[in-house]
């Protein structure tokens, strides 16, 4: 009896660590994806590039984009999905490449953002 709960035990133990390693393998394998998504934007719009420049760039691309104003920030966000992080039992996740413009409508910043939708 004792070693058929030794033997559940270690069953269990070599299961669970199967699935953190196949989840870390999975994320870095999206991160990464998600990096080589971003890098033509972060390699072809400069910082401080006016945002008719960026429409121009965009539009030369057909590069779908959603211009996005958030709360606390004084410019303009445009929005390009380039993925979905796997949903948990109460969360969505899209992920962005976000283009940031600063009030004076100059490209302020490139960067990756994650946008979830909670039950």
Known sequence: MKARLVLIAVFGAAVVSSWLVYSRVTEARRDNSYRTAIAPYQRDLRIGMARTEVDKYLASR??????????GSDGLTYQI????????????????????FGPTDLLREVHIRKEGTCL
């Not at 984009?65 to 709360?71: A, D, E, L, R, T």
């Open 62 to 71: 057909h590069v779908e984009h959603h211009p996005v104003k958030f709360g």
């Open 81 to 100: 999905r380039i993925g979905e992080d796997p949903s948990s039992l109460i969360c969505e996740w899209n992920v962005y490449v976000a283009l940031e």
